[in-house]
């Protein structure tokens, strides 16, 4: 990372606690993602009220893992559609 890309520091909530979030992505999309990710653990946490904390961390990580994977094997798929038609 050079020294003039600049950094966005913003503080979000993820289930329940605050987080001081870095990166070179806009305040906006840092938000969004965080937003996504509260979302997505309240979910699986109303479903399972009893699982604790780690564990709907837990799911909600592999949900992620399971939809990047899929998202990985339609992309591939297309670029071998794409150069089929080449």
């Known amino acids: 990372?050079?020294?003039?890309?600049k950094i966005n520091s913003v503080r979000v909530?993820?289930?329940?606690?605050?987080?001081?979030v870095k990166g070179q992505a806009s305040v906006d999309y840092i938000e969004n993602m965080a937003s996504l990710v509260d979302a997505m653990l309240s979910e699986v946490?109303?479903?399972s009220p009893s699982?604790?904390?780690?564990?709907v961390a837990?799911?909600?990580a592999l949900n992620l893992a399971s939809e990047l994977e899929k998202l990985k094997v339609n992309y591939e798929d297309l670029l071998a559609l794409i150069d089929e038609a080449d």
């Not at 990372?1 to 890309?5: D, G, I, L, P, T």
């Not at 993820?14 to 987080?19: C, D, N, T, V």
């Open 45 to 47: 946490q109303e479903s």
């Open 13 to 20: 909530q993820i289930f329940g606690e605050e987080l001081m």
């Open 51 to 55: 699982l604790p904390r780690h564990r």
């Open 1 to 5: 990372m050079s020294s003039k890309e």
């Open 58 to 60: 837990i799911l909600v």
